[in-house]
């Protein structure tokens, strides 16, 4: 492969509480996450069951909050915006200054991510390669952005606050569909990923079998399971995430 890629990464942090205007720290809290579980570094990893230890893999992603802007001034990389909207949906105001959102920085240079109060129970949601330029990028809930283990100075959502939302929608981003296909028992296009039933919930004993697997892969990021419980990217998911970044990819001026 090319070697490890290092993403610029710029956070929109969209305010109408105080509560929802989360810190530097907890924002850097959920750089960290990123950078262990894209890198294999979570101690986690070593949960999984032995059937897949030999999938775990290291994807060779790392992030680092942006060091300069679009006009090349020197930059946090972290934006705190008072909004006036209290709720967003997946209508994609939050990336619009004119909404009340913000707008993006390049899309083809900085993956944005933006932290807001998302309504109706969502946690996250990702636009995949080749969307539209000025909503690329990645929404995720203010109290599940972070991570409690690494900065326990924030709100956060029961079962979700271990920064692995981020991790999910950063995959769905780099090109990664739900493991189980989006269908019953379908297809993710990745090999090494077994076919399962459907979505996984709460923390699954190992194996539920379904689709005449040997175990659903419950514990990859691409499920649903609680963040305790996810844990690993496959060697397939990260061969797919990386063909984004050769040559005449959709991520390859990054
Ligand atoms: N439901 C969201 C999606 O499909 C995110 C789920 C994240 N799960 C988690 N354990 N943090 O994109
Ligand atoms: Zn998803
Ligand atoms: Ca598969």
Not at 101 to 120: E, F, M, P, R, V
Request: net charge negative.
């Amino acid at each position: 492969t090319a070697g490890t890629v290092i993403i610029p990464v710029v956070v929109h942090v969209l305010y109408n509480t105080a509560a929802q205007n989360i810190s530097d720290a907890q924002v850097q809290s959920q750089i960290d996450v990123l950078n262990e579980d894209f890198r294999k570094l979570n101690a986690d990893a070593n949960n999984t069951p032995a059937q897949f230890a030999g999938l775990v893999a290291d994807a060779n992603v790392q992030f680092v909050l942006a060091k300069r802007d679009p006009n090349g001034a020197a930059t946090t990389g972290v934006i705190h915006k008072l909004t006036k909207v209290n709720s967003w949906g997946t209508n994609d105001a939050m990336k619009n200054s004119k909404r009340g959102g913000d707008n993006a920085w390049d899309t083809s240079k900085y993956l944005n991510l933006w932290a807001c109060n998302l309504g109706q129970g969502l946690l996250g949601y990702a636009q995949f390669p080749g969307g539209s330029a000025s909503t690329d990028g990645v929404v995720i809930l203010y109290s599940a952005f972070g991570s409690r283990a690494k900065f326990s100075g924030g709100t956060y959502t029961t079962t979700y606050d271990l920064g692995r939302t981020a991790t999910h929608e950063v995959g769905h981003w780099l090109n990664l569909r739900h493991i189980w296909g989006d269908a019953s028992c379908g297809t993710d296009q990745v090999s090494d990923t077994p076919t399962q039933q459907t979505s996984n919930y709460g923390c699954p004993a190992f194996p539920h079998v379904t689709c005449s697997n040997s175990g659903d892969m419950s514990m990859n990021y691409m499920d649903y399971t609680d963040d305790k419980c996810m844990y690993m990217f496959s060697t397939g998911q990260s061969t797919r995430m990386n063909a984004l970044f050769a040559s005449g990819g959709a991520r390859a001026s990054l």
